[in-house]
């Protein structure tokens, strides 16, 4: 009962895998996107050589910190948002009723 209290429920371990495996998904969903986001903007569709050059190589280094760099920013305004929600929506003791 330390959810009562302050605590956090404890979860089962069907949800702490269902939570493991939603998170997997979420992870590689960016990671694709990342993927093919910094693929279409800094190589070409013509490979002339086997390895990368040097500006593809600073392109697609930019590219990743960019993609980085926007998503924690969107992650935390979802955030502020959320907690900015679940602030002024918990008037009954913060039981969610």
């Given at each position: ?57 600073v ?9 980085f ?29």
């Amino acid at each position: 009962m330390s959810f009562l209290f302050g605590g956090k429920p404890q979860l089962s371990s069907a949800e702490k895998i269902a939570a493991a495996e939603t998170e997997i998904d979420m992870v590689s969903d960016m990671f694709n996107r990342l993927t093919q986001s910094c693929t279409k903007k800094c190589i070409p569709p013509e490979y002339r050589e086997g390895d990368l050059n040097k500006g593809e190589s600073v392109c697609l280094d930019r590219c990743v910190g960019k993609f980085f760099e926007v998503n924690m920013k969107v992650s935390e305004k979802m955030q502020g948002e959320a907690a900015g929600k679940q602030g002024a929506g918990g008037g009954m003791g913060g039981f969610g009723m």
